[in-house]
């Protein structure tokens, strides 16, 4: 059955199936489970490796701490591709319950929406990867590669251990290529091909001037923690331009082939600044060169003082987004350093976690193969040589030296980690016919 055969006979099987499908996508919503807290993780994970046993998987759950990771393994014939699929089963905390519509873990339908933590990010994807198996299994078809389903609990607080497992059993998570699926499609609402992610670096700054806040009728005389860190921020970053030095440092040029390829992505600059109603600065055909191609340091939130005080002490939390090449040690290394150069005192700057950059070369053969899967699945798409979200990508492609492509495909205004977290069901169902279809068209390339 060639490729649109095949996409023609999942979404009939599909339409078959929709009650059924519907449900489990439903059922596994309803398991809370927080990284964050580890609410509800154990319990979400059994509840998993169950329905991966229904189908015929063989599955081994791992104790990785904080969250266990199960690996299932559908066939083992050396003559055929191996894909390794990921997903993630944990999700954000709620959040304050008052902003939410509807209860965040019972799904509810508006609209063509499913609406509940987690619908899109990510236990849409992960079990739309499970149906895909299913469908294979249910119509009694061959599947022409040996897949590995590897799903964690923790991608919300860092993929804690995953890169101590990954290491340590390299050798039998051997594939010719990782797949999988995580966030929203691009704002002008095209799916994602995407062949990285950025990395991330969280830096706390903590300015502390006193022992404790006092009246402000003091401004004049006593040191304000508020405006010492100020004045480090404004520092540290002037416009568009990060004046720390040696924060750049490693950053590849884009190559012709990425800038080829950014140069055909749709205007989607007005759209973003559309859906959140932005008063943007215009940056044109560098739209996406900055997006996707530069490194970013950017102020997530300050907490200071009280009404009517002077504040002894001032909090920054600091969020940069890493492209390849660039090492986050070193670039906390540049921020530490530099601060502590400006000459104030009772300054602190910790590390609050890192996640590697990571990049798989555009010119894999596999992008062609999943490019015509989306031509034929969406009709338009985009490619993003390095996403500018952070992702452990580099686990597949640092760790385990593997090429890794995603396709991301929720809908753009999804609000993943916020209330009212989102799923269009034609958007699962579409997911749901993409995986079955890459596997076919990663079979047939063997």
Same mark, same amino acid.
């Given at each position: 059955?060639?490729?649109?055969?095949?996409?023609?006979?999942?979404?009939?099987?599909?339409?078959?199936?929709?009650?059924?499908?519907?449900?489990?996508?439903f059922?596994?919503?309803?398991?809370? &489970?927080?990284?964050?807290?580890?609410?509800?993780?154990?319990e979400?994970?059994?509840?998993?490796?169950?329905?991966m046993?229904?189908?015929?998987?063989? #599955?081994?759950?791992?104790?990785?701490?904080?969250a266990?990771?199960? #690996?299932?393994?559908?066939?083992?014939?050396?003559k055929?591709?191996?894909?390794?699929?990921?997903?993630?089963?944990?999700?954000?905390?709620?959040?304050?319950?008052?902003?939410?519509?509807?209860?965040?873990?019972?799904?509810?339908?508006?609209?063509?929406?499913?609406?509940?933590?987690?619908?899109?990010?990510?236990?849409?994807?992960?079990?739309?990867?499970?149906?895909?198996?299913?469908?294979y299994?249910?119509?009694?078809m061959?599947?022409?590669?040996?897949?590995?389903?590897? /799903?964690?609990?923790?991608?919300?607080?860092?993929?804690?251990?995953?890169?101590e497992?990954l290491?340590?059993?390299?050798?039998?998570?051997?594939?010719?290529l990782? /797949? /999988?699926?995580?966030?929203?499609?691009?704002?002008?609402?095209?799916?994602?091909?995407?062949?990285?992610?950025?990395?991330?670096?969280?830096v706390?700054?903590?300015?502390?001037?006193?022992?404790?806040? #006092?009246?402000?009728?003091?401004a004049?005389?006593?040191?304000s923690?508020?405006?010492?860190?100020?004045?480090?921020?404004?520092?540290?970053?002037?416009?568009? @331009?990060?004046?720390?030095?040696?924060?750049?440092?490693?950053?590849?040029?884009?190559?012709?082939?990425?800038?080829?390829?950014?140069?055909?992505?749709?205007?989607s600059?007005?759209?973003?600044?559309?859906?959140?109603?932005?008063?943007?600065?215009?940056?044109?055909?560098?739209?996406?060169?900055?997006?996707?191609? @530069?490194p970013?340091?950017?102020?997530?939130?300050?907490?200071?003082?009280?009404?009517?005080?002077?504040?002894?002490?001032?909090?920054?939390?600091?969020?940069?987004?890493?492209?390849?090449?660039?090492?986050?040690?070193?670039? /906390?290394?540049?921020?530490?350093?530099y601060?502590?150069?400006?000459?104030?005192?009772?300054?602190?700057?910790?590390?609050?976690g890192?996640?590697?950059? &990571?990049?798989?070369?555009?010119?894999?053969?596999?992008?062609p193969?999943?490019?015509?899967?989306?031509?034929?699945?969406?009709?338009?798409?985009?490619?993003?040589?390095?996403?500018?979200?952070?992702?452990?990508?580099?686990?597949?492609?640092?760790?385990?030296?593997?090429?890794?492509?995603? #396709?991301r495909?929720?809908?753009?205004?999804?609000?993943?980690?916020?209330?009212?977290?989102?799923?269009?069901?034609?958007?699962?169902?579409d997911?749901?016919?993409?995986?079955?279809?890459?596997?076919?068209?990663?079979g047939?390339?063997?």
């Amino acid at each position: 059955m060639n490729g649109n055969g095949r996409l023609k006979d999942v979404r009939s099987y599909l339409d078959t199936c929709r009650e059924q499908v519907l449900a489990d996508w439903f059922e596994l919503i309803r398991h809370v &489970s927080v990284s964050e807290t580890g609410e509800g993780v154990e319990e979400c994970c059994g509840w998993i490796k169950g329905k991966m046993e229904e189908l015929g998987i063989a #599955v081994t759950r791992y104790p990785v701490k904080p969250a266990p990771v199960l #690996v299932g393994r559908y066939g083992t014939d050396p003559k055929k591709k191996t894909m390794l699929i990921y997903a993630h089963y944990d999700v954000k905390p709620a959040g304050d319950r008052a902003l939410w519509r509807t209860e965040p873990f019972e799904p509810v339908i508006r609209e063509g929406k499913v609406y509940a933590r987690g619908s899109a990010d990510n236990k849409s994807p992960l079990m739309a990867h499970l149906k895909a198996l299913e469908y294979y299994v249910r119509q009694r078809m061959e599947v022409p590669v040996n897949l590995i389903f590897l /799903f964690e609990g923790d991608e919300e607080c860092g993929s804690r251990g995953l890169q101590e497992f990954l290491e340590e059993h390299r050798e039998e998570l051997a594939a010719d290529l990782v /797949f /999988f699926s995580d966030g929203p499609k691009d704002p002008c609402g095209l799916p994602i091909i995407a062949l990285g992610a950025k990395g991330d670096l969280t830096v706390h700054i903590t300015v502390e001037t006193m022992n404790r806040n #006092v009246h402000a009728r003091y401004a004049p005389v006593l040191p304000s923690a508020a405006w010492q860190l100020v004045e480090i921020l404004g520092r540290c970053k002037c416009g568009d @331009q990060v004046l720390i030095p040696g924060f750049t440092r490693g950053i590849l040029p884009l190559t012709e082939k990425e800038l080829e390829i950014m140069g055909k992505l749709p205007a989607s600059e007005e759209n973003l600044n559309a859906i959140y109603e932005a008063k943007s600065s215009h940056y044109g055909e560098e739209f996406y060169p900055r997006l996707l191609g @530069q490194p970013t340091f950017n102020i997530c939130w300050i907490k200071t003082g009280a009404n009517g005080v002077v504040p002894a002490k001032a909090e920054a939390l600091i969020d940069c987004r890493l492209v390849p090449n660039q090492d986050p040690k070193e670039v /906390f290394a540049c921020i530490r350093n530099y601060i502590q150069s400006l000459g104030y005192e009772n300054v602190a700057v910790e590390c609050g976690g890192i996640t590697q950059p &990571s990049k798989t070369d555009v010119t894999t053969p596999f992008l062609p193969v999943i490019e015509k899967i989306c031509r034929d699945i969406y009709g338009e798409y985009v490619i993003y040589p390095c996403r500018p979200s952070s992702a452990p990508d580099y686990l597949w492609t640092n760790i385990l030296k593997l090429p890794a492509i995603q #396709v991301r495909w929720s809908d753009a205004d999804s609000d993943n980690h916020a209330p009212n977290e989102h799923l269009s069901i034609r958007e699962y169902l579409d997911g749901i016919a993409l995986t079955v279809c890459a596997i076919q068209a990663v079979g047939d390339e063997g």
